[in-house]
Every structure is written in structure tokens, then in C-alpha cells.
């Protein structure tokens, strides 16, 4: 994840996935402490924050083709999924990793636009 970025583009979005995650793992915030390196450790919680934001994402694997792609549902069942709506090109990964970064941006876009 390129945390960088993502606070960037979306420093709402990321300013409440910040505080989430220090939530979870119960550190003090404080002026010179630089979060980005330490979310970096395990961003997996970040399914969990999107969850509490009623932004749902799945990341599958296609076993006959041999690739993963992801979707996104949100409360008002509203689906993005990348496997039917993108070229090949696009929503095809190799990897979990790949695929749930990408999928964690779009939620980040999708978020700061709802905020």
C-alpha cells in the first residue's frame, strides 16, 4: 500500500482510517509520530475499517483462469466489481496482494467522496 498516496488523494478518508487503526492497536497519538511506516506493518485491518464504513470488499480467485479480482458493495448494495466492468487488463491480478490493494483505493475513493 502507498500510504503516501492514499493521504494524498484522500486525507479525509485517511485521517479516519488513521484513527481507526490506532484504535485498534491502542498507541497514544502524538504530534511527531509518524503512523504511515507502522500502518504499513499489517494493513489488513483495513477490511474491518471499510466494514465500519458500510464499504464491503471481497477479493476472490478464479480457479479456472487463475487470477484474483475483487468487488465492492456498500449499505445501499451499490457493486463495483472489477471482474465484470474492467478489461482483462485491469481486473486481473496474480496476486490477494495486488488485487486487495487496488480494491482498498478504489474504497478510499469511494469513502472521501461520501465524506
Not at 507502522?38 to 471481497?58: V, W
Request: net charge negative; charged share 25%; glycine share 2%.
Amino acid at each position: 500500500m502507498n500510504w503516501n498516496l492514499i493521504k494524498e488523494k484522500y486525507p479525509e478518508s485517511f485521517h479516519l482510517a488513521k484513527w481507526f487503526w490506532l484504535g485498534q492497536t491502542h498507541l497514544e497519538p502524538f504530534e511527531e509520530f509518524n503512523i504511515v511506516p507502522r500502518m504499513r506493518a499489517n494493513p489488513r485491518f483495513l477490511y474491518d475499517f471499510f466494514d465500519e464504513q458500510g464499504i464491503f470488499i471481497t477479493v476472490s480467485y478464479d480457479r479456472a483462469y487463475q487470477f484474483f479480482w475483487w468487488q465492492i458493495t456498500n449499505e445501499d448494495a451499490k457493486c463495483e466489481n472489477m471482474y465484470w466492468t474492467h478489461p482483462p487488463s485491469e481486473a486481473i491480478y496474480k496476486t490477494r496482494t495486488e488485487a486487495e490493494e487496488q480494491a482498498f483505493l478504489r474504497a478510499f475513493k469511494i469513502l472521501e467522496e461520501k465524506l
